[in-house]
């Protein structure tokens, strides 16, 4: 069963320190990985994308890697903002099908405190 | 910021009403997309569409049907609304599938 697992569900840090979020996924055949943010009551944006090839990505302050061999991939936010809180959301899109299926992951809350 | 727009962005409405959710998008892509998620959950994929003239239902059994007359516009509506709806609905669109899927901002149904 294709399925999309991240953890930690929730997570509280102070502002300036850095986080890594986890993904791990069961989805095959893999097409790409996607980080999208969701910021409360808003619909999510994507930050980054990473294909099978791609071992790491950076948008800023944060970094995605990605290991296809263990399936899992993680997102490293550095030197945190108040502006960070949001739930983060992994995406994962097989190539096993015409629509091109996206498999999503529960999301991550992250919240920073001042 | 994607160019994807919902109204209205929170809907309170009666059991047995008649909804349509909206969703525009100037953006000129074929594929579109409903979702509906709970608070804590992942999202869920309830109709899609290829194009113009082109529906079908997602992954998650939904009571709301859609329409795709113009390339811009993908409604959703629900003929008669019950309390089990209740939730965020999320409308999205890319340029081809499995492309980077852009989010409208949400529609968040109550229904009482």
């Known amino acids: 069963k294709n399925q999309v697992e991240q953890s930690p569900q929730s997570l509280i840090i102070l502002e300036g320190k850095n986080c890594t979020l986890q993904?791990?996924?069961?989805?095959?055949?893999?097409?790409?990985l996607r980080w999208y943010k969701q910021d409360t009551g808003r619909g999510p944006v994507s930050l980054t994308i990473?294909?099978?090839?791609?071992n790491t990505k950076s948008n800023g302050r944060y970094t995605a890697t990605l290991d296809a061999d263990t399936k899992q991939s993680s997102l490293h936010i550095t030197a945190s903002q108040l502006s960070d809180s949001a739930s983060y959301i992994c995406?994962?899109?097989?190539?096993?099908?015409?629509?091109?299926?996206?498999?999503f992951g529960r999301g991550t809350q992250l919240t920073v405190w001042p | 910021e994607a160019d994807i727009y919902q109204t209205p962005r929170y809907l309170v409405i009666g059991t047995g009403k008649k909804i349509t959710l909206e969703c525009s998008q100037t953006?000129?892509?074929?594929?579109m997309y409903w979702y509906q998620q709970d608070p804590g959950m992942e999202l869920h994929l309830i109709h899609y569409?290829?194009?113009?003239?082109?529906?079908e239902k997602g992954d998650l059994s939904s009571e709301s049907t859609v329409s795709r007359i113009r390339t811009e516009h993908f409604p959703l509506t629900l003929e008669s609304a019950r309390p089990s709806h209740t939730s965020q609905y999320l409308c999205?669109?890319?340029?081809?599938?499995?492309?980077?899927?852009?989010f409208g901002p949400g529609t968040r149904l109550t229904v009482t």
């Open positions: 999205a669109s890319s340029v081809n599938t499995g492309d980077e899927q852009y």
């Open positions: 993904c791990n996924y069961t989805v095959s055949p893999f097409s790409n």
């Open positions: 990473m294909t099978f090839s791609e």
């Open positions: 995406v994962v899109s097989d190539r096993g099908s015409t629509l091109g299926r996206l498999y």
């Open positions: 953006m000129g892509h074929d594929k």
């Open positions: 569409s290829y194009g113009v003239n082109s529906t």
